[in-house]
């Protein structure tokens, strides 16, 4: 697979982490919100939602090239529409809502739907990536080191040269005068 990556992790993994986290954290902040009547947490949601559109879109930039690089054909074609379509909606509820609290309509309980709508979309994509990986076999998580099939787990249980941190006898361990 042709995929971009930063300091050899793949960039769209590391990208897309942005709004599967700030996204539905937004939401638990609007809930509180919605709650206390907090206006604080109306003002950290509404940076945790724009974070992740943001961070959504730098992700979406790096997911399409490499949808392009790679041509899937079959289901991982359908699979990967799939996904950006999900979070491509899930990012424009979450922007249309940004929107409407600019123009001041964050009070109505339309702004928790819609942060709850783009929280929900985020976090379906966000599993139906992960399932992608799994079972490819050769998703993200695999290329960036995790193992995801059981029986290819490999522990290396060699010891290092241990000799030159351990003390050679027990005089050292006093402090050296």
């Known amino acids: 697979m042709n995929k971009i990556t930063l300091a050899g992790q793949p960039l769209h993994a590391v990208l897309g982490a942005a709004p599967a986290v700030l996204i539905p954290f937004g939401f638990i902040l609007d809930a509180m919100h919605s709650a206390t009547g907090d206006e604080d947490y109306a003002k950290a949601s509404y940076l945790s939602m724009a974070g992740g559109i943001i961070g959504g879109l730098a992700a979406g930039v790096a997911g399409v090239a ?20 999900l979070t491509g909606a899930a990012l424009l509820v979450g922007a249309a809502n940004l929107v409407l609290r600019r123009q001041g309509t964050h009070a109505r309980g339309g702004s928790l739907a819609l942060t709850a709508l783009s929280a929900a979309g985020v976090l379906a994509s ?3 990536s992960q399932r992608m990986g799994k079972e490819a076999g050769t998703g993200e998580r695999a290329e960036a080191g995790v193992h995801t099939d059981q029986d290819d787990i490999r522990i290396d249980h060699r010891a ?18």
Do not use: M
């Not at 490499?66 to 379509?85: F, I, M, N, S």
């Open 126 to 128: 966000e599993y139906l």
């Open 66 to 85: 490499d949808y392009v690089a790679d041509k899937p054909q079959g289901e991982a074609r359908h699979e990967g529409q799939l996904h950006g379509a």
């Open 160 to 177: 290092p040269d241990v000799e030159q941190y351990v003390a050679a006898g027990p005089s050292s361990l006093h402090a050296p005068e």
